[in-house]
């Protein structure tokens, strides 16, 4: 069940990312996206090291 809850809200913040972005520049959606990764993706090896 949780498995299932975690995937949803996954699914949820994916679309609603999406649905915020789309309006603003529907052009940079997947550059903006991979930007924002690439920093908490950063940011949490900084915080593990």
């Known amino acids: 069940m ?3 809850l975690g ?3 996954i699914v949820v913040l994916l679309v609603s990312v ?4 789309f ?3 529907p052009k ?3 550059d903006e996206i991979y930007q924002e990764t ?3 993706y950063r940011s949490n090896n900084i915080l593990r090291h």
């Not at 999406?18 to 972005?21: A, I, L, N, P």
């Open 2 to 4: 949780k498995k299932i």
């Open 7 to 9: 995937v949803l809200t």
């Open 18 to 21: 999406c649905f915020y972005f």
């Open 23 to 25: 309006p603003k520049q």
């Open 28 to 30: 940079n959606i997947f």
């Open 38 to 40: 690439e920093k908490t």
